[in-house]
């Protein structure tokens, strides 16, 4: 699916993507790359990340994949040097990479809430404490991937609710901080999307794909090349007074609060 914004929006610009070897981080990736921008994605698979690069380099743009853990600040401040040194200095900067299961919080480990925190939420940190230095200034946009879990409560997502309340909430203190550095910073709220990771997770049969399709007020999934557009519109000049915004795209889904996501039986 092509965009609907001008060609050649982002051109010259350099764009960091966690997570950007799959699902919506990869969409929005190479949405930013049909529009001109030069692209660095990081993650942990390396195969995931050459195929992903091969895919973004054929639009005719400079691609490169970095295998690093959001966890650990160093090696994601070395991918984002390396990106520094071989593009440029950095214009947009997505924070995408998570990690989500479902689980009862009296069966939940300590280790499974940490490692979903570390990934959201101190993932989150680490990227944007790590480019802060490399960031235009001013004119960059940092757009981190939140979730309905930060501000709606579900059952079987304590972790997930404790992480992307966290990140939402980083994205509001670096909206104060950085503005007097021209650096914008937004969340963007995928709702129930389709052909995502997220999805499998959470509507693990066909009846309980129907139940939230039929429970979003649009009553039809989101596409991950919506939720591309929304990143792009946040990064062009259109939106260059939107800071410290969380902005929802579930078709008016999270309105309805915690019951319609009540899924599967926390018992």
């Given at each position: 699916m092509s965009s609907t914004f001008q060609p050649g929006l982002l051109r010259d610009k350099v764009a960091v993507v966690t997570g950007g070897n799959g699902g919506i981080n990869f969409t929005i990736a190479k949405r930013f790359a049909e529009h001109?921008?030069?692209?660095?994605?990081?993650?942990?698979?390396?195969?995931?990340?050459?195929?992903a690069t091969k895919q973004l380099t054929a639009l005719n743009t400079q691609a490169l994949g970095f295998s690093a853990d959001v966890r650990d600040y160093v090696a994601v401040a070395n991918a984002i040097a390396q990106t520094r040194e071989q593009l440029g200095s950095i214009d947009?900067?997505?924070?995408?990479?998570?990690g989500n299961f479902p689980a009862p919080a009296e069966k939940l480990s300590a280790n499974g809430f940490k490692a979903v925190v570390d990934i959201d939420l101190l993932g989150t940190f680490n990227t944007c404490r790590a480019v802060f230095e490399h960031l235009t200034k001013p004119?960059?946009?940092i757009i981190n991937i939140s979730a309905?879990?930060?501000?709606?409560p579900m059952a079987l997502q304590a972790h997930v609710c404790a992480a992307k309340a966290g990140v939402d909430m980083i994205t509001r203190t670096l909206a104060v901080e950085w503005g007097m550095h021209g650096v914008?910073?937004?969340?963007?709220?995928p709702g129930a999307t389709a052909e995502t990771e997220g999805m499998s997770r959470l509507a693990t049969s066909e009846a309980v794909?129907?139940?939230?399709?039929?429970?979003?007020?649009?009553?039809?999934?989101?596409?991950?090349?919506?939720?591309?557009?929304?990143?792009?519109f946040l990064c062009s000049p259109a939106a260059a007074y939107i800071n410290g915004a969380v902005i929802t795209c579930d078709g008016g889904l999270s309105l309805l609060g915690g019951a319609a996501w009540q899924i599967t039986s926390p018992a």
């Open positions: 001109g921008a030069k692209i660095a994605i990081i993650g942990r698979s390396q195969e995931k990340l050459d195929a947009i900067v997505v924070c995408g990479a998570a004119g960059a946009s309905p879990q930060a501000f709606v914008r910073v937004n969340s963007i709220v794909a129907d139940k939230i399709r039929n429970a979003v007020p649009l009553r039809r999934w989101g596409t991950k090349d919506e939720l591309a557009d929304l990143a792009l």
